[in-house]
């Protein structure tokens, strides 16, 4: 082999494993190096796609207690799947999966009603592992750009309007607004003393109280 044929074979595998670096490996998303290329043509307005959106799927943790980890990552190509189909593909979008449970869709603006319309199918993702009918859902949240904000901020937004579609209920997409920033959710948690349960719930902050009063488990006062 000569020189010139062995620099040629290296520079095709550079780029074998950079396109590779790109796609996530269980879902065939884009993967977090892609989506970080994306952030920087938004950040600098050479990009398309002036929507955001967040979502991530709801009790995962409890699917991977309860079935294994295996099981949790056949639900999450199938979540892959489903956003390849109905978002990438019809929509037009791009999907990322930007780590764990948690994804990222880029969508065009005139394209938000049709998400919109497809989105509550993710409330409901059926799949099989080893015999058993499982079930995952996700919860999302968007964000529309203004030319201004940085991508990370923007992310932000989607995420905490996430936050409120999770309280909502499963399949739920819900805009960031004026007032999702000026109410955003927080969490208050408790231990119980008498049976030792840890209640968690996230709630609007103006509704918010001092704290939780009872526990849901055994009836006792905080």
């Not at 074998?16 to 996530?24: F, G, K, P, Y």
């Not at 892959?80 to 189909?85: L, R, S, V």
């Not at 880029?106 to 497809?118: A, G, I, M, N, P």
């Amino acid at each position: 082999m000569s020189l010139d044929e062995a620099i040629s074979r290296l520079e095709a595998l550079i780029t074998e494993v950079r396109q590779a670096s790109l796609v996530d490996e269980k879902t065939a998303l884009g993967s977090p190096l892609a989506l970080r290329n994306e952030e920087r043509l938004i950040n600098e307005g050479k990009s398309d796609f002036n929507v955001i959106v967040f979502g991530d799927l709801n009790d995962f943790k409890q699917l991977n207690d309860e079935h294994t980890h295996d099981a949790g990552d056949v639900g999450i190509k199938r979540v892959g799947e489903i956003i390849n189909e109905m978002i990438i593909v019809d929509l037009e979008a791009k999907a990322f999966r930007q780590g764990g449970d948690e994804f990222v869709i880029l969508l065009k603006q005139d394209s938000v009603e049709r998400f919109l319309s497809v989105s509550s199918a993710l409330g409901n993702i059926l799949f099989s592992h080893k015999d058993q009918d499982l079930q995952t859902a996700m919860s999302l949240g968007y964000a529309f750009s203004d030319g201004k904000t940085s991508f990370s901020d923007l992310l932000g937004r989607a995420e905490a309007a996430c936050q409120i579609a999770k309280v909502q209920g499963d399949g739920v997409c819900v805009k960031w607004t004026d007032e999702t920033k000026l109410n955003p959710l927080i969490r208050l948690s408790e231990r119980c003393r008498n049976c030792g349960a840890r209640t968690t719930c996230n709630i609007a902050q103006l509704n918010a109280p001092p704290r939780l009063k009872c526990c849901p488990s055994c009836g006792e006062e905080f």
